[in-house]
């Protein structure tokens, strides 16, 4: 189906400037989906840091987000912030594969051997979407509370795994990742994988509007959709092809800093003008549900102050 044109707000005239280099770049349309995107890619960079709001909670980081586009409307736009954001996280990733598929090896030469290699703890951030649950808890815990991070350029490769089964718990995984409790299992069988992390997970996936539909349908209820940030680009349809601009050299210089910025900061980071603004938005839906007597705005609130 037809993306509906929806009226927007303006984009905010002050970004931080590793954002504004891909703002300014993008075509007006593509302008606020990149922000969104931006958000997993620089959650995951900036792993580290921890956010006090509200109450005084930890938060970090964490961001699901989901773009939504008819068929060529452009959603590999994501290629280009993933590719420089994730470059470093990438070069690691490749570093410790090599480190499991020398272990890998070993195993299958010491398979009759008494004497068997130990198993290296590798740290892999940038994983599948469709990898295993057994696999993805093993990733997590050998990660030590660093994200992880999937991308996927079209959620129907989410809606093929789940017809493989056990989907549900992965989507158990992803609402854990919101707030970073809690999800383990326990089995009795050596060949599975037993343990009980904090989910730290950010995805960026993109979908048209059927398969996005699809995929959250199963999900109405259970939390996801309200812990997931949904961005829409405009139907295309006959249009010219979406030009981005190309990073001057200034640019990259910005960008660089940025990301390295970002991997370096860590610690507790206070937010008082947004914590005023999220304590306004909350008092108005608390008015609205009782003006209107509506538990929808109630259960909005409601799933804020859970994350607080």
């Known amino acids: 189906g037809r993306v509906p044109q929806i009226e927007c707000m303006p ?5 931080p400037p590793l954002v504004h280099q891909f703002v300014k770049t993008a075509p007006d349309a593509f302008k606020a989906p990149s922000v969104m995107a931006l958000l997993p890619l620089m959650g995951a960079v900036a792993t580290k840091l921890r956010f006090c709001y509200l109450d005084g909670s930890l938060h970090s980081p964490s961001f699901m987000t989901c773009i939504t586009g008819a068929q060529a409307s452009g959603k590999s736009f994501i290629r280009r912030p993933e ?13 410790e594969r090599k480190k499991e598929a020398a272990y890998q090896e070993q195993l299958r030469k010491a398979k009759n051997s008494k004497s068997q290699p130990e198993e290296p703890k590798v740290c892999i951030r940038k994983v599948p979407v469709s990898i295993s649950i057994a696999k993805l808890l093993k990733r997590l815990d050998n990660a030590q509370g660093k994200h992880l991070i999937s991308i ?37 069988s050596s060949n599975s994988y037993s343990a009980t992390v904090n989910v730290y997970y950010n995805l960026l996936f993109c979908g048209t509007p059927s398969s996005v539909k699809r995929f ?4 109405l209820t259970d939390g996801l959709v309200s812990r997931t940030i949904f961005t829409s680009l405009p139907d295309n349809f006959g249009g010219d092809i979406p030009m981005f601009k190309p990073f001057t050299e200034k640019d990259m210089l910005v960008i660089t800093d940025g990301i390295t910025r970002l991997e370096n900061a860590e610690g507790e980071v206070s937010l008082p003008k947004l ?19 509506s538990m929808r705005s109630e259960e909005h609130t409601s799933e804020l102050q859970s994350r607080s």
Request: proline share 3%; with cysteine; aromatic share 8%.
């Open 152 to 188: 996927c350029e079209e959620i129907d490769t989410l809606n093929k795994t789940n017809r493989a089964g056990a989907w549900s718990e992965k989507t158990d995984m992803m609402r854990n990742a919101f707030d970073n409790t809690e999800y383990g299992q326990d089995y009795m």
């Open 83 to 95: 590719q420089i954001l994730l470059e470093h996280i990438r070069e690691q990733d490749e570093v």
């Open 275 to 293: 914590a005023k603004a999220i304590a306004s938005w909350q008092e108005d839906k608390r008015r609205l549900a009782l003006e209107t007597q």
């Open 11 to 15: 984009m905010p005239k002050r970004l």
């Open 216 to 219: 959250f349908k199963p999900h």
